[in-house]
Each structure stands twice: as structure tokens, then as C-alpha cells.
């Protein structure tokens, strides 16, 4: 099992830049493909980014390209998610997963193709 933690959300203004990291802890981290997920109130929880294994392929949302990166350094474990020029509608409760079933060897987009959570981090951008 993956036990993935979030951090470094919080308030900020619209414009603002926050990055978000996702440490992972319990198995071997590169072996997993890794995504970043938003869920606002009321909605459905959406894709934001994904990483591959090594790193050396990103994948983000229509809506974030541009303005998001998403990068890991797996002898940290870890995964973040640089956040630039914020918008309102960026306001959601933002998740990292992990994808630990076999073929794992793509960017996975889909919220059913990842099996680990994190708790999620909220991030709210004001006006």
C-alpha cells in the first residue's frame, strides 16, 4: 500500500502562484505513475495533471496547460504541482493518487485508473 500525503495549499489571490507537493511513503515510488485531481463544491472530482513514472512525460487538463507543471523527484518520494496565475475557478480541494496496478506505463487521466488517495490539500483563490 501507498500512503500519500498533501501539502501547501491555502488562500491566495487571484494571479498568485502556489505549489502543492505529494509525499509518498510505504513502497517504492517510482514504480507508480502519479496524478494531481481537483474536487470544487458540488462537483465532480476532475483531472488536473499526471506524471509518468520517471517524470519524463507530464499530461495536464485543458483548462491548467500553461499554467500548471507537475513534477517529481522520486528520491524524495515526492510530487508537486506548481500552480501559476491562479484563477477563481481554480478553488478546490486538490488531490495527488497513485496508480499502482500493472500496466502502469502511460499517463492515466481518469480517476478510476488510480487506486491510491491522498486526503487532499484546499486551495482557495480570492478576488
Known amino acids: 500500500q501507498v500512503q500519500l500525503v498533501e501539502s501547501g495549499g491555502g488562500l491566495v489571490q487571484a494571479g498568485d502562484s502556489l505549489r502543492l507537493s505529494c509525499v509518498a511513503s510505504?513502497?517504492?515510488?517510482?514504480?507508480?505513475?502519479v496524478g494531481w485531481f481537483r474536487q470544487a463544491p458540488g462537483k465532480e472530482r476532475e483531472f488536473v495533471a499526471a506524471?509518468?513514472?520517471?517524470?519524463?512525460?507530464?499530461g495536464y487538463a485543458d483548462s491548467m496547460e500553461g499554467r500548471f507543471i507537475v513534477s517529481r523527484d522520486n528520491a524524495m518520494n515526492t510530487v508537486y504541482l506548481q500552480m501559476n496565475s491562479l484563477k477563481l475557478e481554480d478553488t478546490a480541494v486538490y488531490y495527488c493518487?497513485?496508480?499502482?496496478?500493472?500496466?502502469?506505463?502511460?499517463?492515466?487521466?481518469?480517476?478510476?485508473?488510480?487506486?491510491?488517495w491522498g486526503q487532499g490539500t484546499p486551495v482557495t483563490v480570492s478576488s
Open positions: 493518487s497513485v496508480r499502482v496496478e500493472w500496466p502502469a506505463t502511460e499517463l492515466y487521466t481518469s480517476r478510476q485508473q488510480y487506486q491510491s
Open positions: 510505504g513502497r517504492t515510488f517510482t514504480t507508480y505513475p
Open positions: 506524471i509518468s513514472r520517471s517524470g519524463d512525460r507530464t
